[in-house]
């Protein structure tokens, strides 16, 4: 299983039309010189009809959106673990706001990623819920609140509580998992009250894939760790 360098980026890519097709390319491009000019770990999320082919052209980790807690064989329309690691992935998001699972379904696919030789980044929504994903052994924990997600006003300013309740709630669990923040993440600033507050990077979308200008979004997100 692949390390995992701290403080990490995460861009989730959505499915935004912005990444259809060679959008994915240009975007992971753009993560990928950042990542090697700064030295900051920078991973990249593409949808999962472009994964194969960002994770070969690209010198920066890549992982998934999401797997299915399937075995290879007969799983028409399921994505197993071991395809995605095949596809060059180092791991999977798992359990986003937009995509929620069982909490049994989570522990099943944590299981199977590991199983697999995946990284796991299990998120969730409250502090309570942080602790209760990180019972399941994922190798990161990424607390969102989804009313702030997509918006323009990071969780780091409007509600830096759920972050440090959230690092404290997964330490109390076990102090080798990192939590990583998102909702509303977007600047520099918000990189650096995130990692003042505990965490050990973040988890954005929006703010890069949707920029005007998606480098210089990214210099900005790594210009103060």
């Known amino acids: 299983m692949s390390e995992l360098r701290l403080p990490a980026i995460v861009v989730n890519f959505k499915a935004y039309r ?7 390319v240009v975007i992971a491009q753009a993560c ?11 991973i990249a999320c593409p949808p999962m009809v472009e994964l194969g082919r960002v994770a070969v052209g690209s010198r920066i980790p890549v992982m998934a959106q999401h797997v299915d807690p399937k075995l ?8 197993t673990p071991q395809m995605v690691r095949a596809a060059g992935a180092i791991g999977t998001l798992l359990n986003h706001s937009e995509h929620r699972l069982p909490h049994q379904e989570v522990a099943r696919t944590v299981t199977a990623c ?15 819920n942080s602790g209760m994903m990180a019972t399941f052994g994922p190798d990161m924990v990424a607390v969102e609140p989804p009313e702030l997600i997509g918006g323009d006003i990071s969780v ?9 309740e959230a690092v404290s709630a997964v330490r109390s669990v076990d102090a080798g998992i990192p939590v990583l923040c998102g909702a509303g993440v977007k600047t ?38």
């Open 72 to 79: 290879p064989g007969s799983q028409t329309g399921w994505v």
């Open 188 to 225: 520099g600033k918000d990189v650096k009250k995130a990692i003042d507050l505990g965490a050990k990077g973040v988890l954005l979308a929006s703010g890069v894939v949707k920029a005007k200008d998606p480098r210089a979004a990214i210099e900005d997100l790594v210009r103060l760790i």
């Open 18 to 24: 912005e990444v259809e097709g060679a959008g994915s």
């Open 32 to 42: 990928q010189e950042v990542s090697e000019s700064s030295g900051i770990n920078i």
């Open 114 to 128: 590991r199983t697999a030789g995946l990284l796991t980044c299990v998120c969730a929504d409250t502090p309570a």
């Open 156 to 164: 780091t300013e409007a509600r830096p509580e759920v972050v440090s």
